[in-house]
Every structure is written in C-alpha cells, then in structure tokens.
C-alpha cells in the first residue's frame, strides 16, 4: 500500500471538535490562580487633554488593587522614540497612556485592577475625569480639502503607493468611444471579530511572563512586549493557539496587551484585561474612503484609459496606507492611466488592514465603472472583461507566474446560468420581484515571505513538526499536518502540528493570505532535510541494507524507508531513532521565497463572482439569493478548509454591500453603533444559496506548493458584483456602500 497524498483531500480542521465543545482555550480563559482583573476606561472626549483623574475614590472601593493612568504608569523609554515599532504592519502605532493628550474618542486613558472584573468594570464606570477639549475633525468627506499625499516611509515602500500615470489620460479619456465619471463612496468598519481581545498575563516567581493573547502574531507581540518594557525575550512567551477570528485586527499588538503586561509587571502579580463588545470599537478599523473613477473604452470594448483617485482617512499620527487604486491596470491593460492616492488625517484612531485591505475597496469602485461601460457599450459584463483579457501585467511589464481568470469566467457562467440574463435593466421578475444578475472580477496578490519550522521524528516514529504561526481560523492546523505528513508519507495521525507560540521556530504574522506559501514552504524545506538526515541514519545502522543508498532510490511511506527495488525491504522511523540511543532526530529549516525566479513574474490569486439578487421595490429590500465564486489559486491543499474561507469571504461581500458600516455622530467625533446590535452583519436568513468552484491553475512559479492562498480572494469581487446586480434589477445604480433600503426607495 503506498501513501496516498493527503494535500488535496477535504481533511476536516483537526481541532474542530475542540472548539464545538467549548474545550478550546482563547486568551480570556485560561485558568490562573489568583488572578487580578483589568478593565480599561476610554476618554468621552475626543481631542484634548485630561486635566483631572479621581483614581483615589475609585481605590476605596473594596476589591480594587490599582488604578493605572498616564499619571503612575512606569516609565518607558519606548514612548520617547519617533520610530521604535517592530511591529506588523509597519508605522508609529498609538502608545496607551503616554500622556494627558486625548487624541481621539474611546482612547484607553486608565486601567482599574481588581480582585473581579465585575468590581474593575464597576469602578471603571464611575471614575471622574476632567478634560479640557479641543476643536477636532472627524468627517472624511468635509475634510477632503485637506487630503495631502502620503509620508515616505516604510510602510509605503511594503505597500506601494499609486502608479505612475502613463500615455496622455486627459486626451484618451476625451476622445474615446464611452465614457464613465463615478464617485464610490466607503464607510468605516470594524472588524468586530466574535472573540474579544483579551490578554491574560501570568507573573511568574522569576519575573518571567508567559502571556495568553488574542493575537495574529505570536513573535511580533513576543517582540513588542520585549522591547516595551524593556525585558528579555527569552523571559516573554506568547502563547495564542486558538483565536476566535481576528481578520487583520491581531495583526498589530493591540492595548489590552500593553495593559495587561504593564499591569502585571507593577503589581507582580496576573492580571487579564478583556475589551468588551464596545471596546472592540477604540482601536483600528477599515478606514472610510470617497473614490472617483473615470474609464473609458473604444467603441470594441476596448478599455483605453483607466483613472482612478481616492481619499482615505488616516489618524494625526500615523499615516495608513492600503493599495486602493492600483488593480484596474493589472486586470485591464490601458495604454492611458492617471491614478491619485491621498490622505486626510483625522482625530481618529489609525486604520488598520482589514481582510483584503485596500483591494476590497478599489475593486468595488473599479468593477462597478467596469459594468457601466458594458450598459454604455451594449456588450455584455462578461464579455467586456474578455475583449480585456491579459496574462501579462502591464504595471510591472511581466507575466503572470499562472492565471486561469479565463477558466474563473466560464466555469463560473457556465454553473450560474449567467447566459439565462436578459441585458436590458428591470427585463427579469420572480413574481413581483425584480431579479438582477451582476458579476465581477476579482484579484488578490500572492505573496511569500521567510519562516522556520522543526521537524522532529519522535521515538515512536512519529512526526512532530512546529512553527510559532498562529491559526486565526484559517485552518492552518490541519493545512499544516497535511503537508508535513506527505513529506514523510506519514498518516496524518502520526503528525502533530504545534503552533501558535512565540518560543516555537520564527513565523511571521498570519496575514496577508501568505500562511499556507510561506510556512507550507517551512515546512517542505524540514520535511526534507529530515529524509535526508533520516536516510543517512538508516545506512550507518549495522547491516543496513539501504548503506550508501540515494533518495532516488527509496520511499518515505508506512512509517519508514522502503527500497524502491524490492518493497520488502523497510527500515521504520522508530528503530531509525532508536538505533540514536533513543535521542530524537530534528532539523529546523527556512522556507525562503525564490527572488530571483520571482522578480520576472507577477503572483496573484483571480476570481470571478455571479450574484442573482431579488429586489422587492416597494419594500426597498434586497436579497442576494444566489452567488457563485470562481477561484483560481494555484494548488488548493485542502478543498474543505479553502472553500470554507471563500464562504467566509462571501458572506462579508454580502455583509459589506448591503449591511456592514461603522456610522460616526461628528459632532461628537463618535461612534454611534459600538454593538453587535446596531453595528449590522448578516445573520443566516441574510444567506442563501452560495457555491464556490476553484478552478484547476498549476503554478511551479509562485512556490514550491504551487499555492497562492485563499484568506481575502473571496471578498474582493462580492460588493461590486452585488451592486451590480442590483442596477440590473433595478436600473438603479448605487455606488455608496452599504446600499441601504431607503435608497432604493
Ligand atoms: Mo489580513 S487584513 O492580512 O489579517
């Protein structure tokens, strides 16, 4: 019996039944003996400064250890530094209780400690503070005259700002056949993941701190606590096996961890400090953004020059950045272009990556402009993006290193039933529904970066491999074991994958849709250094019969090393390591990305979303009644666990289009929806009939996996196929999202 290959197969995630059972620990539940509970205070105000904290009253009350404000914090000679942050994503991230300036509205300005969190929270609530307040500007759209362009720095060098125009757009766009103006207008959103951020930090007698955090970064928050406060790495241990969704919120180390540490540290004791369903609202979010596009194409469909310009929020001391402008070109090769990116600084908290950052946003408005063409032109939506269609990325003058787009159009059509749609606007009913097909492209970038694994063959012969990742419920457990298991030719049962704390083998954050390429990668460069070391083992054991044989000429299958030549001969793993007198045999390996082979390619995931949307115009209500995604992402390692992430990202599309907004009151400079009542996301009868194809794409280019990942593919082109839907339905055309009931009345 020869191994049969485990990528490819819908594996079930490992650790769900852990999680259904409730038997899964998250960073707020961990059991710890005498724990203290810290429940952070968030300015009412939104720009200036506190002049009055009564921490003595509050420190009456029973039950309350400490009250920590700008005023007793310890000193910190991180918070003088201009540029001291190690984090990802890279910038000069918001330093809690670094001083009496209020900078913006829900600002973390004091910690109360207490023996319970109810005691904390009660006497977090009745805490006076005075502040002197000053003029503050929260309104994107009144402060467009402010927009300005983004600071160099490093964090526009990792995202790039908009390119440089090229032909003579102005001419171009004048004279063509057909023309589009739009203006696409985003609200903010939070990430609002279900599990809260919450950091349990447990004092140890040495002063070593072994830290439980909400995190999508094991070693990154590892490195901020460190370098915070001064400690030694090797004394911080973040540990984050289990996240409840996190979506790029866990990408940054957020301030309960600088609370909960700091806390922990001044009193030497434990201390957690969870954020509440409000809290989840004071740090982060994607940020609100006015598009403008204008396309134009020859009277062939052609598209001959693409504008686009947009303005983001971004905070007084921060400048986010997100690549919103540049895909249009990547997708359709205009010879004439002029694209802007701008930012308007606020008094708010910065932006941070939200899944698909900036892509989500741009595709929105490029997809949209990209369907009014068709209606100008009379040529079909899908159609016009094949009469568009290119292997060649003109913005970087390279190929694509895959892309099966094409096969995302037809397959995607085909199983839809996108020929059954009648062009002309309102021309379908159900009833006395109007129904309305609309579709739309979407691309998201393929990246790799470095991280290390260890794999070690136990003395049971068994595989135990691992790397500091964290799995924010993407499915890397499983993804993981799958591959480490075909590189031994092991069952997955005799894999264990161990994850998801700092002192395990460098990984970076999980983000970016890189997991499964970059420690997948980790994790085929150990596998195979452990065949070798293996190998070599097996042929200095005494009377060996694989002595001096090459890889070639064997298999890793069974729980050992077979002879090709004759099947019956197998050295097992076990005797293998204990022919080491029982010592265990590990390497720890790189996965690196190939830059040279690379550089010549452009690596990026497409996808091809069909809507049906039903529209009852007297009641103004909209359902998104079908959709399909087609994918096209290279070597797909686990069809289950991916599909799942496109249905995730799906449901979002859904919920970006026509629910999802963080609604600010400025003249407060406020948020006004800080709950999961008000703060509207699908629920399952939002949801109907949803499908994902993922079309066959071989890649040796982008990775030795052949995978280009699937976190924020099934986003992108979910909002602007369901608006377009709805102009199909209704001939009615909405470009500020979410599209509400009242709209459409
Ligand atoms: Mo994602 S926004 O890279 O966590």
């Given at each position: 019996m020869s191994h049969k290959l485990l990528t490819g197969q819908p594996v079930s995630r490992i650790e769900g039944q852990q999680k259904v059972t409730g038997a899964a620990r998250y960073a707020g539940d961990y059991h710890v003996p005498e724990l203290l509970y810290g429940y952070v205070v968030n300015s009412t105000?939104?720009?200036?400064?506190?002049?009055?904290?009564?921490t003595e009253q509050i420190k009456a009350?029973?039950?309350?250890?400490e009250v920590f404000t700008h005023k007793n914090r310890p000193s910190l000679a991180w918070f003088d530094l201009q540029y001291a942050d190690m984090d990802a994503p890279p910038g000069s991230p918001f330093r809690p209780?670094?001083?009496?300036?209020?900078?913006?509205?829900?600002?973390?300005?004091a910690l109360v400690v207490a023996e319970t969190f109810e005691i904390a929270r009660y006497a977090a609530s009745i805490m006076a503070v005075r502040y002197e307040e000053q003029h503050f500007f929260t309104d994107l759209e009144s402060n467009k005259g402010k927009a300005r362009d983004p600071k160099k720095g490093l964090a526009t060098f990792l995202k790039p700002l908009p390119a440089k125009p090229k032909g003579d757009f102005g001419k171009a766009f004048h004279n063509a056949a057909a023309q589009v103006s739009a203006e696409f207008i985003h609200a903010a959103e939070h990430h609002n993941p279900i599990e809260l951020f919450a950091t349990t930090t447990v004092y140890e007698e040495d002063g070593k701190l072994t830290i439980y955090d909400k995190t999508q970064g094991t070693i990154n928050c590892q490195l901020y606590v460190g370098n915070v406060f001064g400690?030694?790495?090797?004394n911080v241990r973040v540990i984050s096996?289990?996240?409840?969704?996190?979506f790029g919120s866990g990408l940054r180390p957020q301030y309960q961890l600088f609370m909960s540490v700091m806390a922990a540290l001044q009193l030497k004791r434990s201390v957690r400090v969870t954020l509440d369903r409000q809290q989840m609202f004071t740090f982060g979010h994607r940020p609100p953004t006015i598009q403008q596009t204008r396309f134009a194409a020859d009277s062939q469909g052609k598209v001959t020059a693409l504008g686009h310009e947009a303005v983001a929020e971004t905070s007084q001391h921060e400048d986010y950045t997100e690549v919103?402008?540049?895909w249009s070109n990547m997708l359709y090769p205009a010879p004439h272009t002029s694209f802007d990116y701008k930012l308007v600084p606020l008094d708010v908290f910065s932006p941070l990556d939200m899944r698909a950052p900036g892509g989500v946003t741009g595709m929105h408005a490029i997809e949209s402009s990209m369907d009014q063409l068709a209606y100008q032109l009379k040529i079909d939506p899908l159609a016009l993006r094949l009469i568009n269609?290119?292997?060649?990325?003109v913005t970087a003058d390279r190929p694509y290193s895959s892309k099966e787009l094409r096969e995302c159009y037809v397959q995607g059509a085909e199983k839809f039933g996108?020929?059954?749609?009648?062009?002309?606007?309102?021309s379908m009913r159900r009833g006395h529904k109007l129904v309305g097909y609309g579709m739309a492209t979407g691309i998201w970038e393929a990246m790799q970066v470095l991280a290390r694994v260890e794999a070690v063959m136990t003395a049971e012969g068994k595989l135990e491999v691992s790397s500091a990742i964290t799995d924010i419920g993407t499915g890397t457990l499983t993804v993981m074991t799958q591959i480490a298991a075909d590189e031994l030719g092991l069952?997955?049962?005799d894999v264990t994958f161990c994850y998801?704390?700092?002192?395990?083998p460098f990984a970076p954050v999980q983000?970016?849709?890189f997991t499964v390429s970059t420690v997948g990668a980790a994790v085929k460069a150990a596998g195979k250094a452990l065949r070798k070391k293996l190998l070599k083992k097996a042929g200095n054991m005494?009377?060996?019969?694989?002595?001096?044989?090459?890889?070639?000429?064997v298999v890793f299958e069974r729980g050992g090393i077979i002879l090709k030549s004759n099947q019956n001969v197998i050295v097992y793993f076990k005797d293998i390591v204990a022919a080491e007198k029982k010592k265990v045999i590990k390497t720890t390996n790189t996965g690196v990305p190939n830059v040279f082979k690379l550089k010549n390619y452009t690596r990026a995931a497409h996808s091809a979303a069909f809507v049906e949307v039903e529209v009852d115009e007297e009641l103004g209500t909209i359902q998104v009644t079908r959709a399909i995604t087609a994918v096209?992402?290279?070597?797909?390692?686990n069809p289950k666990t991916a599909r799942s992430q496109i249905l995730g990202g799906m449901v979002w599309g859904i919920s970006k289009a026509l629910f999802e907004e963080t609604i600010s009151d400025h003249r407060f400079?406020?948020?006004?929806?800080?709950n999961l009542a008000e703060y509207h996301i699908p629920v399952h009868a939002d949801i109907h009939e949803l499908d994902v194809i993922f079309v066959e794409e071989k890649d040796d280019i982008v990775n030795e996996l052949g995978s280009k990942g699937i976190g924020e593919i099934?986003?992108?082109?979910m909002p602007p196929a369901i608006a377009n839907a709805i102009y199909h339905a209704t001939g009615k055309r909405f470009n500020?999202?979410?599209?509400h009931f009242d709209q459409l009345l």
């Open positions: 105000i939104t720009k200036g400064k506190i002049l009055e904290i009564d009350i029973k039950g309350v250890i209780l670094q001083n009496a300036d209020i900078k913006y509205n829900g600002q973390p300005i400690l030694h790495y090797k096996p289990y996240v409840g969704g996190a919103v402008v540049n269609y290119t292997d060649f990325d996108w020929s059954k749609r009648t062009p002309e606007p309102r069952a997955l049962e998801g704390e700092s002192q395990m983000g970016g849709s005494p009377g060996s019969p694989l002595k001096s044989v090459s890889e070639k000429e096209a992402a290279g070597n797909i390692i400079g406020k948020y006004m929806n800080q099934g986003l992108v082109a500020q999202l979410p599209i």
